[in-house]
């Protein structure tokens, strides 16, 4: 069974400094992976997707990720955070045979002014 | 325009009351699911349902009945509510065309039993 793990539970960092938070996922085939952000009070939404094609993808608020199939991992990066980023980040891995995402267990970003 | 919307925000109540949940999605979209966020940020998903019919459904308690009336509203019914239940359930959806899983979410109902 496919499964997500994301190894940091914090990561504070400072405003305009870069951030890089990790996502791990056990899958045999390719998986479809997604990141997505929880502000507080809010619901997720979705920062970016891979299903195929270029490993490095875009997607909103300035973010990025890139798929590695050697290390199983779908790490995000932002080059310079703003306050604004602070909220829990969320990794998912979906498959072809089901329509269910399996969620890591969620980072929690900090800004330092 | 909302893209998925839910009802109530807040739900407070006691223990053994009966209550439900609503969503309903403009997308166009044929999955609708429901998830259950714990009090540590865990993501759980409960059931799913696409054109109407029931394809995922979790370990649940049978207290929790999902019905979909039409293929823009999905609903969550719990039947005597108890302490553990309290948590913030959230809907989602999702189309099945060929390559897409993404899904879009409701703002989430924070349920606490009393």
């Known amino acids: 069974a496919q499964s997500v793990t994301q190894p940091d539970i914090h990561i504070t960092v400072s405003e305009g400094a870069s951030l890089e938070l990790r996502c791990n996922y056990s899958?045999?085939?390719?998986?479809?992976l997604f990141w997505y952000v929880q502000s507080p009070g809010q619901g997720l939404q979705l920062l970016l997707k891979?299903?195929?094609?270029?490993?490095l993808v875009q997607g909103i608020k300035g973010f990025e990720a890139e798929f590695k199939r050697s290390q199983s991992s779908f790490n995000l990066r932002k080059p310079s955070v703003h306050w604004s980023d602070a909220a829990e980040y969320f990794c998912?891995?979906?498959?072809?045979?089901?329509?269910?995402?399996?969620f890591g267990s969620g980072t929690r970003l900090l800004v330092r002014p | 325009d909302t893209a998925v919307s839910q009802t109530p925000k807040y739900l407070v109540t006691q223990m053994g009351n009966d209550k439900s949940i609503k969503c309903e999605q403009n997308l166009g979209h044929d999955t609708m699911y429901w998830y259950k966020q714990d009090s540590k940020k865990f993501l759980k998903i409960m059931f799913s349902y696409n054109n109407k019919e029931l394809i995922i459904n979790e370990t649940v308690p049978n207290r929790f009945s999902p019905k979909s009336p039409d293929k823009a509203h999905l609903n969550l019914h719990i039947n005597s509510l108890e302490l553990g239940d309290s948590a913030v359930y959230f809907c989602?959806?999702?189309?099945?065309?060929?390559?897409?899983?993404?899904?879009?979410f409701g703002p989430g109902t924070r349920l606490t039993v009393t």
């Open positions: 899958y045999g085939a390719t998986p479809y």
């Open positions: 891979y299903f195929s094609g270029d490993t």
């Open positions: 989602a959806t999702s189309t099945t065309s060929a390559g897409a899983r993404e899904q879009y």
């Open positions: 998912a891995v979906g498959t072809d045979s089901s329509y269910k995402l399996i």
